[in-house]
């Protein structure tokens, strides 16, 4: 029926609104839960209370207060991704890897389809943070993950799962494909030479894959466990490796 001034500044269309006219009519109020505008670059968001206006007990109109939220919106999207990804390597942390992977394996399509997972851990990482420092060693992470990111493709899953140790979960791959990727991975890896200061860090990488096909129930607690078994072969027969179990 009516809006004040503010609502008509946010929202120009309310001034057309005809006295009796629902508001639900107006395109942008027909989902007053949740709205939100654009201004310049920037959205802001706003959540509604409504009160039913009575009279002689008939409901003769709705009162729409809206408040801006956009400060609770953007902090609630900072505080989902600190809790969700490592801030170091800006990967999925341990916690979002698990939930992930298991939403994954235990989807309908997951009967229809094989999955690999890849357990990476870097090679004599220890030196490297001993002898140039733990920010030479956290340039040196971050480096091989970007790496890691660019291999894969955008569907799989690549969480920090301890330390320097991260787990790829693949999707529909066989076990020929899984070792041919892991060992691109691994050499590129070995072949990207890092600079830090005057330093040229040489990095190399072992890793662990598992495999599991189609029709089988697949347990991600199973395959990080033998993709672990694996990556520890790999490191006792000499390192910069991939050993498939
Ligand atoms: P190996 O070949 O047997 O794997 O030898 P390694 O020296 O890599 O041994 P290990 O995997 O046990 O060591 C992991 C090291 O990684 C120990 C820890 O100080 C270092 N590390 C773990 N997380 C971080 C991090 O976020 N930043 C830095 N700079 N170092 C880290
Ligand atoms: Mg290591
Ligand atoms: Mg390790």
């Known amino acids: 029926m009516d809006a004040n001034k ?24 027909k989902n007053t839960t949740e709205l939100s505008i654009q201004r310049g670059n920037e959205t802001r968001f706003y959540k509604s209370t409504q009160t039913c206006i009575l009279q002689d007990r008939i409901v003769k109109g709705i009162c729409i207060v809206l408040h801006d939220v956009t400060e609770n919106e953007k902090l609630l999207k900072k505080l989902r991704i ?14 979002t890897l698990f939930e992930a992977a298991k939403l ?33 060693g956290d340039l040196v992470l971050k480096t091989v993950v970007s790496i890691i990111k660019k291999t894969f ?4 899953i690549i969480g920090r799962y301890g330390g320097e140790e991260i787990v790829v979960l693949l999707e529909n791959i066989s076990v020929e494909q899984t070792f041919r990727i892991a060992e691109e991975l691994r050499k590129i890896i070995e072949n990207t030479p890092i600079s830090y200061q005057n330093h040229t860090i040489n990095i190399t990488i072992s890793i662990g894959a598992a495999h599991s096909p189609v029709g089988e129930s697949h ?8 993709a672990d078994a694996a990556m520890y072969e790999a490191k006792n027969s000499g390192r910069n490796r991939t050993v498939a179990e």
């Open 6 to 29: 503010a609502a008509k500044k946010l929202f120009p269309e309310l001034k057309n609104l005809i006295p009796g006219d629902a508001v639900e009519g107006v395109e942008r109020f």
């Open 82 to 95: 600190q809790a969700s990804f490592d801030p170091l390597m800006n990967i999925y942390n341990r916690g």
């Open 104 to 136: 994954m394996l235990n989807s309908e399509k997951a009967k229809q389809l094989s999955y690999a997972l890849l357990m990476i851990d870097l090679d004599f990482f220890k030196i490297v943070n001993d002898t140039y420092g733990h920010f030479a």
């Open 153 to 156: 493709r955008k569907d799989d």
């Open 219 to 226: 347990s991600f607690e199973n395959m990080l466990d033998r």
